[in-house]
């Protein structure tokens, strides 16, 4: 679930009948498709009786990012190697329907969460989606990939049977509806004949079980069904359904998948494969409706949601659609029978509706949000109502917890078929404004903010809901000497781009624009292209939101223009005299130079991947004074293989360094995130703890220290103390955020007084850095989640790097607490991340979630340092 304060619905105009005042007694009207694929009016059925606006109270849970993760190095091995091959799969338009393929049962595994529940558990499911291929023509499954613990990701089609032929007819009007949506729109063919796609994903949650099950029955009754309603839908839609995104997770029963990650927070930076799949299935199948089944808000959590609404969607569209079809389910569940008194169900909720803030679409992370950029015209989280999960699993009667789930099913069931019946009666409708999300990208047509004019028939639209923004004409990631450092993240951001289906092209020759000349190889992003909405989402800088709403849901800055270490600029036109080539794939940066001493960069994750890989084979590098490493000449054919795998580039030096650089293993009491940022570097990585310090830890197995979470000083045994600060009299600590900084304190190791920040602060904030070893080269721009900053230095303390003069917000949220500290004034001109002869700290966030890959590369010096802290390894 996405869990959200508490706060009364948002004040809506005097209208016949309030919108939060009267319990719902009447269904949602309901209205057929229009029959032209012309640009529509946006309008909402008409809004039904009133709803109620008091809700029980809903936690927030503790955050993954909090915890101190103990995740195998294999999950993070197999999500840093999978490739993209299984797409290809799911890609294929060659292929009719049905698709069928016998699935090899896996090992039973009594173990299972989701058989306390009496729940279908994962070793189940491939001999039950074997059975249904049997029952006809209609259900199709492939594997979509696996998770990062290995598991099959099944993809369930369901349509009418397809020639090989008429497949790729419906293959070359998706194409159409994209690349050329102006003409889509006119199409007869394209009214009369194409399928709408549907995506229904379930179970991204781990611990939010019971939207695979009722996946499954829904699938059972689609393969067998005979009345007209059902053959109607399947003549005129694929249904794609995503049986559960996290077998990982359902496994366990936890949130996470088996890299630690909560995948519906990965959209933007798509770092697990369990993502990466999900992905792809959106670009290759273009949803123009989407349900993503989440678990447990009672009642029944429907989007919409509350302001801000992301400022990049064509949200007159999404809001009309999206508002339409919760009012279908709405209905759909209320109308199932259950109430509070009878089984502890309340009515269903919508937050648009029945609420002002804390349920926003701001960031592009979620699944819906994010499937809003590809086309996506309806699109939904639906927080089924009973809690089955953490304290209650645990505490509950089986009886109860299979109550529980029998009604959560029936709940994420009546959701699934209130959605279809949606997409049967609106198909071409939402086929219309999908197009018409794509023709405005295309010819760079402006937004048209939301209104009860634009948006008739949805209720409360006022000012607080306007959200839109200016696409720069193009955005440049500029090549060519000056930004030779960024070689590598360049390259990345336009690999990820390319994969996010964003279109990127190259130039041939060098051009010159608004007085500054691009070298030849620079790449241009066109912003008028179909999917510009991602395109911006992804680059621009974003906005500071601090003072629209009290508090975030989640973040609300994540710029990889900004954070993710590559040269990002806009262009006010397209250059001329340029040729721009499409590209696929980010030209190679790996080189070696032929002769002569290597320097190596170490400004980006590859590069410091690429160290450890040279130093754990023995070679002999030496750092230099701005932080790079130097390689010898005699290394030059393991340099070659180290460059060809990550990606990187050794330019030949002069340079012999000022120290030695080792092995460097690592000791961490992280967050998952931080933890797979470490392993993506290619360090060496114990995790650790509080209890496994307390347990007896052999310290000669690691050579440096990371702490940000899950190790607390007092919280040690008196032997687990003694231990630690023997090591660390030899070797150093980096630590992040408060927990970090107090390990410093109670060691004695950094004379710095950490202050805490507002904790629900988040976003992309200006720095300004040293020119040490540690900073030199380092992006002017971080990332803070609770934001923290260092006072009262003492001698030998150095300020490496430091929050802006003024607003050091760029993008996000940043508000002052309550009693008027800890916002960005406090912190402006602050110490940022400091440094003394034990311990560097970090106020910032370098490694959050795997995303700021900018920043990766400070940590990697840091504890490269650190390791040598005393001069010994």
Known sequence: MRTTRTVPARPVPARPVSARSVLITALALTTAGSLLLTPHTAVADPQPPGHPSGRPPVHREAALDREAARTPASAAQRALGTAEAPSAVIADDSRGYPRRQVLTPDPENPADKSIKLGLTPYHAIAPKLNALQALGDRVSVEVAGRSAGGHRLYLVTVTAPETARQARTQARMRELIENAPALAAKSPEVRRSYKAPVFLNNNIHGNEWEGTDASLKLVERLATATDARTRDLLAHSRLYFNITANPDGRIAGTRANAGGFDMNRDFATASQPETRAMRQIMVDKQPAVLLDLHGYVNGTLIEPTTPPHGENYEYDLFLKNTYANALRMEAAVNGLGHTPAKDGVEPAQIPFRDQEEGWDDWPPIFTPQYAAFHGTVAAHTVEIPMQVNNNAYDTLPQAELRRRSAINVDVAGAALRATLDFVRERRTSLVADQIEVFRRGAAGAAQVPVSEETVPGVPGIGPEDVYTTTFPRAYVIPAGTGAQRSAPAAARLVDHLLANDVRVTRADRSFRLGG????????????????????????ADGRDISD???????????????????????????????????VRTAAPVAYVAPRGDLRLRLDDPNE???????????????????GSAIVPGSARRQALAAARTYDVAFHATKLTGTAPLHRTRVAAAVTGGELFALREMNFEVTPVSTDVLNAGFDWSSVDALFVSAGLEYDDLTAPARTALDAFLDAH???????????LSTATGLLAAKPVEGNGDANGVVHVVNSGSTLMSGAPGHGFVYAPVWFTDLGPGVRVEQAYAAGNPLVSGHWRASADGSGGPADAAGQASVVSGTGAVLFGTEPLFRDHPKGEFAQVGRALFSMAQASGTT
């Open 516 to 539: 500054r000349t691009y070298a030849k190889g620079s790449y241009v992003v066109d912003m008028r292209q179909p999917k510009r909405g991602l395109a911006n989402v992804l680059l």
């Open 548 to 582: 629209k709403v009290s508090a975030m849901y989640d973040i609300s800055g994540w710029s990889l223009g900004r954070l993710w270490g590559a040269a990002v600029e806009t262009l006010p036109r397209m250059p001329y005299g340029a040729v721009l080539r499409p």
């Open 608 to 626: 410091v991947a690429a160290l450890n890989s040279l130093l754990r084979q023995g070679i002999e590098a030496r750092r230099a004074a701005d």
């Open 732 to 742: 150093g600590l980096v630590g992040r955020g408060a927990t970090g900084a107090a």
